[in-house]
T-cell receptor, first 112, second 116 residues
Framework: GDSVTQMEGPVTLSEEAFLTINCTYT??????LFWYVQYPGEGLQLLLK?????DKGSNKGFEATYRKETTSFHLEKGSVQVSDSAVYFCALKAGSNYKLTFGKGTLLTVNP | NAGVTQTPKFQVLKTGQSMTLQCAQD?????MSWYRQDPGMGLRLIHY???????DQGEVPNGYNVSRSTTEDFPLRLLSAAPSQTSVYFCASSPRASGSSYNEQFFGPGTRLTVL
C-alpha cells in the first residue's frame, strides 16, 4: 500500500540555520505530494504541494521538489526563524484516490 | 467563512461513556474525514465521507461511528469510550471527492479527548 517515511525528530536548530526534513514515499501510479505544518495547539495547514515529477512547491521560504527517480519530496528552508517551530508532515495522495497518507511528523524547534 | 469547526475543544470521559464529537464546514466541500493523532503515529484515518449519505471506514474505524446527513456536518460518535481512544481528533474537508490530481484538505482545530 501507499506509505510515507519522513525523518524522525525532533530537530533543533538555531535561528538562520538551514533546514532539511527528508521525506520518501511508496505509492502506486503518480501521487501528488504535500507538506503540512501544525503549529502548537492548532490543526494542520497546507504548506506546499507538487502534483507531478520535477514540480517544485514553495511557500513562506520553504521549498520541496518532487523527485520521481528517488521517490522523495524533501522539505528545505535556507534560513529558519523561531516562528517556524512546528510539526511538519509529509503526505501523499495517490491517483484518483481522495485519501491522504501521512508520515509520522517531524517536530522542529528553532532557538533564538 | 468559518472554515472547519470542531466542538468541543477538550473533553474528559470515563470508560464506557458515550459522546459525539461535532464537525462542521461551511465551504460546501464534498469530502470530509476524521483523523486521530497520537504521539509517534502521525495522523490515522478513522472514517471518511464523499458526500451526504455516504460514509466509509479508514485505517482505524473500530469503536467509532459516523453519519453524514448533510453536506455541512460530519459527527463522530464514540459509543463506549475506552482509554485507548485518548487522542487528539481532527476533522478535515476537501472540495473534491475524486477524479482530481490533488485535493487540499482543510483541517479543524482539533478536539483533545481523554478517557479515564
Amino acid at each position: 500500500g501507499d506509505s510515507v517515511t519522513q525523518m524522525e525528530g525532533p530537530v533543533t536548530l538555531s535561528e538562520e540555520a538551514f533546514l532539511t526534513i527528508n521525506c520518501t514515499y511508496t505509492a502506486t501510479g503518480y501521487p501528488s505530494l504535500f507538506w503540512y505544518v501544525q503549529y502548537p495547539g492548532e490543526g494542520l495547514q497546507l504548506l506546499l504541494k507538487a502534483t507531478k515529477a520535477d514540480d517544485k512547491g514553495s511557500n513562506k521560504g520553504f521549498e520541496a521538489t518532487y523527485r520521481k527517480e528517488t521517490t522523495s519530496f524533501h522539505l528545505e528552508k535556507g534560513s529558519v526563524q523561531v516562528s517556524d517551530s512546528a510539526v511538519y508532515f509529509c503526505a501523499l495522495k495517490a491517483g484518483s484516490n481522495y485519501k491522504l497518507t501521512f508520515g509520522k511528523g517531524t517536530l522542529l524547534t528553532v532557538n533564538p | 467563512n468559518a472554515g472547519v469547526t470542531q466542538t468541543p475543544k477538550f473533553q474528559v470521559l470515563k470508560t464506557g461513556q458515550s459522546m459525539t464529537l461535532q464537525c462542521a464546514q461551511d465551504m460546501n466541500h464534498e469530502y470530509m474525514s476524521w483523523y486521530r493523532q497520537d504521539p509517534g503515529m502521525g495522523l490515522r484515518l478513522i472514517h471518511y465521507s464523499v458526500g451526504a449519505g455516504i460514509t466509509d471506514q479508514g485505517e482505524v474505524p473500530n469503536g467509532y461511528n459516523v453519519s453524514r446527513s448533510t453536506t455541512e456536518d460530519f459527527p463522530l460518535r464514540l459509543l463506549s469510550a475506552a482509554p485507548s481512544q485518548t487522542s487528539v481528533y481532527f476533522c478535515a474537508s476537501s472540495p473534491r471527492a475524486s477524479g482530481s490530481s490533488y485535493n487540499e484538505q482543510f483541517f479543524g482545530p482539533g478536539t483533545r479527548l481523554t478517557v479515564l
